[in-house]
T-cell receptor, first 111, second 113 residues
Framework: DAKTTQPPSMDCAEGRAANLPCNHS???????VYWYRQIHSQGPQYIIH???NNETNEMASLIITEDRKSSTLILPHATLRDTAVYYC????????????FGTGTSLTVIP | DAGVIQSPRHEVTEMGQEVTLRCKPI?????LFWYRQTMMRGLELLIY????????DSGMPEDRFSAKMPNASFSTLKIQPSEPRDSAVYFC???????????FGPGTRLTVT
């Protein structure tokens, strides 16, 4: 039951900003946007989440459009260790347990 | 904190054998999740617990799978009997009440021959 659409793969030069898009046109008012990433052979790692305001933490920034139908995860200075599959997930707070990970975007950071 | 702990990290077994996967959530977390990841189906939620009580097991593929959480610091996922199609990486995750993020363990890679 896909609620998000992401490009299957992207490349980014090391040191440059990586901008990962996500479409979630059917998002409802009480649903948040969550981003996780999975580095090869490891468990998924939480990155950031937001409702409607832009968010920033030590790992990344999350930009959500005003209509909330899409968002962009920004890694400001990509490193080789950021090579991973990035998942965009929408879920409501009180059912935030029902995460559908989808296929994500495979980001490759190129030296 | 050591994070979510899973054991074993790798398990190889023969078809028909019983397999038990173990998980220790982060201390103080009220929710525990079991996921399965395969190339074909990606990452799927199997079951989750709140305060040791199973809340939603609709993702459990069939009766051969069962999960228990006897206390707040331990959970098991059992497959009996195992089949080759159960080969996958099984992840356990936990989260605290009132926060969004789930913290995942390193996973158990199960191979059923």
């Amino acid at each position: 039951d896909a609620k998000t659409t992401q490009p299957p793969s992207m490349d980014c030069a090391e040191g440059r900003a990586a901008n990962l898009p996500c479409n979630h046109s059917t998002i409802s008012g009480n649903e948040y946007v969550y981003w996780y990433r999975q580095i090869h052979s490891q468990g998924p790692q939480y990155i950031i989440h937001g409702l409607k305001n832009n968010e920033t933490n030590e790992m990344a920034s999350l930009i959500i459009t005003e209509d909330r139908k899409s968002s962009t995860l920004i890694l400001p200075h990509a490193t080789l260790r950021d090579t991973a599959v990035y998942y965009c997930i929408v879920a409501s707070w009180n059912t935030g347990n029902q995460f559908y990970f989808g296929t994500g975007t495979s980001l490759t950071v190129i030296p | 904190d050591a994070g979510v702990i899973q054991s074993p990290r790798h398990e190889v077994t023969e078809m028909g054998q019983e397999v038990t996967l173990r998980c220790k959530p982060i201390s103080g977390h009220d929710y525990l999740f079991w996921y399965r990841q395969t190339m074909m189906r990606g990452l799927e939620l199997l079951i989750y617990f709140n305060n040791n009580v199973p809340i939603d097991d609709s993702g459990m593929p069939e009766d051969r799978f069962s999960a228990k959480m006897p206390n707040a610091s331990f959970s098991t996922l059992k497959i009996q009997p195992s089949e080759p199609r159960d080969s996958a990486v099984y992840f356990c995750a936990s989260r605290a009440r009132g926060v969004a993020e789930q913290y995942f363990g390193p996973g158990t890679r199960l191979t059923v021959t």
